[in-house]
């Protein structure tokens, strides 16, 4: 297996292979003999009961009644894997009818959707890929899998690992942004938090990558659309982090509800059995999206859930989520000829080691205890985690004449909008089984912040999403006798993920008006935004002294807001997706192509690729974040300026905290080839360093490059770099950067 050079350095390399290597010889030798003796004694019946899927019931701890239909599947072996059950009892009462009372005795697995925490619900995924910290995204992922794991749950369908770059698409909430270097590293890191070093670890859960291929490219960013695109762009851009989650372990991968240039990805054997199974030797099993193989009717590929199955089993998808095709019809295909027991075979044994290797087998009750259930969910190291990486997830997006941090004793505080005191909408979407009980408002934390240094003062403002007339009265009253105001804005938690397109991406209902109008008393107006997806802030950025993007932060939102405002926490964060001046620029991301009419210094240019009433660039770009310190680049050198292809080329700069205070910086390393064999992006990130400097601190950052960072997919696909000039750009975002150049001979 080939390991991108930026997953792991040559020592971490080598180390993986002989593990693996160990683990062929030793361990999966005799799970491969284990697994063939059970397939060799099942029925043709009970192999496919292995690749379904059933939808259950929402169960937390108390217990369950599944309907007969159900427990009858089960004792048939008709069931392989349990969707949506959690919870130690439950999940214990179903592993007993299939342990005790089915032939096989083969043990179910309980996938549940633990996306970004399952009781301490942490920052939304793209809230936290802002922090530029993969250990602290791991160690969420790690908390995340402890919880679950204590509540019967084995199976997680996360990491979403979509590239996403059009804010309109719901689920670009799920996922790590818009870039696909770093969209593989916190791949990597997620599955490597949720799975850990050891499968027969009792607190560790197989991950999924989903959504395999090419979802985050929906067409107009509608989701469950169709995606259409070159093979180039599809290898270059969306396979990545899907390559990095396989090469990191990950147990299982999600088909995507969309078609990806005509063919439906359940049904898609190019993406299934020649690059995941074939050039990638995925040895994982993957699993369809909820209903997918069902959908391939709708899709117009198949006339009925007969051909619909068969298609899908065929392309080797291994389990059918919920849609029951695969129940109803896979013994009849394969008994026609349609679908060869090989391929059913093959489906099983992946299944069967997953389980094998969870050490369901050895015990299959090992996720069901109830005492850990009671001891360890919301433990305060699983509350001190969510903190820490929530207040990293911080961006701060303006801060004119530093305006922050305020001080504890500044006086009288507003705090004003309809998500200042809003419980669930700090939770976000896909927040499993987080309770707003459990949630610290960002009302709340400001008031545990100042205790009685200031005086607070609450006013809701107006409602999220109306466009019904609302009076602000109340709210101007309130800022007009504080003495700074902290304005909470955005959209509900639900209005984005699944489902939650958007074609607008201004502010929702009233808010812009309650903004202006609280404006326009004159006081000082820090706008707090709680999204999911990057927002047109143009009138905002243009008037507003200070601008916080804080996200759907989760079960701690509050105390880690808290500790920003206040100065405890120097905001690191740094976006991941850019921000347009307006949703027509969508879909935006930095690492545009050039084109043969670059609009350069000549605005008033028309005859160049332009906009007539928008820039062209985005309101605040890809890797953009201020600190309340400021940090200087300066000469950017290198180790030579001429490299083969057999050399490393290091590149340094120098870094200096010039501000008044500590502070950390995420340094972006990125690259531009400037004559190739198909056209290469303007800029393309190729490294990333966080650093902690102190006040007037210098240091100097080291990152390196080699052949295999410079290559890309020429028009013929072959894997190649170019002999030639490449610029090199160092700065603390996409765009505010040095520059210098190297010739790769």
Known sequence: MLFPAYLMNAQERNSKEQKIAESNSIDRIKMNQFVDN?????????????????????????????????????????????????????????????????????????????????KTIFPIPLGESASWD?????????????????????????????????ARWGRIAEGAG????????????????FQGDDFTAGNTIVACAKHYAAYGAAIGGRDYNSADMSERTLREIYLPPFHAAVTAGVGTLMTAFCSLNGLPATANDFLIRQILKGEWKFDGFIISDAGSVGELIQHGVAANQYEAAGLAANAQCDMDMGSLSYQKELVNLVKNGIVSEEIINDAVKRILKIKYRLGLFQNPYKYCKIEREKSEILTQEHLSAARDIARKSIVLLKNTNNLLPLKRNIGKIAVIGPLADAPQDMLGCWSAIGSPENVTTILQGIKKA????????????????????????????????????????????????????RTNLDIPG??????????????????????????????????????????????????????VVFGDYNPSGKLTVSFPYTVGQEPLYYSQLPTGRPLQNDENDVWKTHYIDSPNDALFPFGFGLSYTSFEYSNLRLNRQKISKNDTLKIFVDVKNIGNREGEEVSQLYIHDLV???????????????????????????????????KYYDNKLKWMSNPGVYDIYVGGNSKDVIKTSFVLE
């Open 38 to 118: 059970l397939i060799s004694r099942m029925t043709l019946e009970e192999k496919v009961g292995q690749m379904n899927q059933i939808p259950g019931f929402f169960a937390i701890t108390s217990p369950v009644k599944p309907d007969s239909e159900l427990i009858n599947g089960i004792k048939k072996g008709q069931v392989g894997s349990m969707l949506n059950v959690i919870g130690a009892e439950p999940t214990m009462q179903l592993q007993k009818i299939a342990v005790n009372e089915s032939r096989l005795k083969i043990p179910l697995i309980f996938g549940y959707d633990i996306i970004h925490g399952c």
């Open 450 to 501: 100042v205790a009685n240094q200031s005086e607070i003062f609450y006013s809701k403002g107006c409602e999220i999403n109306s466009n019904e007339p609302e009076n602000f009265d109340e709210a101007v009253k309130t800022a007009e006798k504080s003495d700074v105001v902290l304005l909470v804005v955005g959209e509900a938690g639900g209005m984005t993920g699944e489902a939650h397109s």
């Open 134 to 166: 993969l250990d602290a995204i791991k160690k969420s992922a790690r908390v995340a899998a402890d919880e679950a794991s204590a509540m019967g749950v084995d199976w997680t369908f996360a990491p979403m690992v979509d590239i996403a770059r059009d």
């Open 676 to 710: 190739a064999g198909a056209s290469r992006p303007a800029r393309e990130l190729k490294g990333f360093k966080k650093i902690s400097l102190k006040q007037g601190q210098k240091a100097t950052i080291v990152f390196s490059l080699i052949n295999d960072d410079l």
């Open 178 to 193: 818009e870039d696909p270097y770093y969209g593989s590293l916190v791949a990597k890191a997620r599955v490597e938090g």
């Open 510 to 563: 009233n808010q812009l008006d309650l903004i202006k109008a609280v404006k326009n008393t004159g006081k000082p107006v820090v706008v707090m935004l709680s999204n999911g997806r990057p927002l047109s802030l143009k009138w905002i950025a243009n008037n507003v002294p200070a601008i916080i993007e804080t996200w759907f932060l989760g079960t701690e939102a509050g105390n880690a807001i808290a500790d």
